[in-house]
């Protein structure tokens, strides 16, 4: 129903910049919210930040609070996620995720169960 490819992804040293993208397809005009998620190696999957497809509003972990900018393009079916002043801890692998449903409070958009699809994630490694 909906297809989502990340791309981006790569080797960059601490206090570096990378962008990530993700491309959606299918039924896109179902998607209420996009997020990015990421796992490092033995950890749970964290939420990182979302994107509300229509309105724009923007919401991020506190970890990535400050350094990361997640965007939309409408146009090309697609979100990024700007990193900023990247750490060793950031890497990790990084997962695109789309929701169909709507929630009232910040919250549900952080739990991974929360989201519909994904895609098959692209590795972000940071150099110290």
């Known amino acids: 129903q909906v297809q989502l490819v990340e791309s981006g992804g790569g080797l960059v040293q601490a206090g570096g910049s990378l962008r990530l993208s993700c491309a959606a397809s299918?039924?896109?005009?179902?998607?209420?919210?996009m997020g990015w998620f990421r796992q490092a190696p033995g950890k749970e999957r964290e939420f990182v930040a979302r994107?509300?497809?229509?309105?724009?509003?923007?919401y991020y972990a506190d970890s990535v609070k400050g350094r990361f900018t997640i965007s939309r393009d409408n146009a090309k079916n697609t979100v990024y996620l700007q990193m900023n002043s990247l750490k060793p801890e950031d890497t990790a692998v990084y997962y695109c995720?789309?929701?169909?449903?709507?929630?009232?409070?910040?919250?549900?958009?952080?739990?991974?169960?929360?989201?519909?699809?994904w895609g098959q994630g692209t590795q972000v490694t940071v150099s110290s």
């Open positions: 994107i509300n497809w229509s309105g724009g509003s923007t």
């Open positions: 995720a789309a929701t169909f449903r709507s929630y009232m409070t910040n919250y549900y958009y952080t739990q991974r169960e929360k989201y519909d699809y």
């Open positions: 299918g039924r896109t005009f179902s998607i209420n919210a």
